[in-house]
């Protein structure tokens, strides 16, 4: 069964850094594109960022351009999102979803970011 597990979540303080990582197995990484999600406290889903099935496409809203890098490893079925210069707006659920198509079929559980001094 489709499996995504987020991790590296935590408290950063602004203008920090931090990297998080997605784990995904029971089926075939590198076949498939694959996305980021956030949802902050209390607001609706946004979507971050995608990556084509090579890495090398990739694609962010406007609002994070220059300061989130997405990334994948498909020897390792692993998906990255860093992120720099973090803000308190970043603050946020951030969870990793399977693209099928323009849908996203499969989602994580989510790792919590926590931007705060």
């Known amino acids: 069964q489709v499996q995504l597990v987020e991790s590296g979540g935590g408290l950063v303080q602004p203008g920090g850094s931090l990297r998080v990582s997605c784990a995904a197995s029971?089926?075939?990484?590198?076949?498939?594109?694959m996305s980021w999600v956030r949802q902050a406290p209390g607001k609706g889903l946004e979507w971050v960022s995608t990556?084509?099935?090579?890495?090398?496409?990739?694609y962010y809203a406007d609002s994070l351009k220059g300061r989130f890098t997405i990334s994948r490893d498909n020897a390792k079925n692993t998906l990255y999102l860093q992120m720099n210069t973090l803000k308190p707006e970043d603050t946020a659920l951030y969870y990793c979803?399977?693209?099928?198509?323009?849908?996203?079929?499969?989602w994580g559980k989510g790792t919590l970011v926590t931007v705060s001094s």
């Open positions: 990556i084509n099935t090579a890495g090398g496409l990739t």
């Open positions: 979803a399977k693209l099928w198509g323009e849908s996203m079929d499969y």
């Open positions: 029971g089926f075939t990484f590198s076949n498939y594109y």
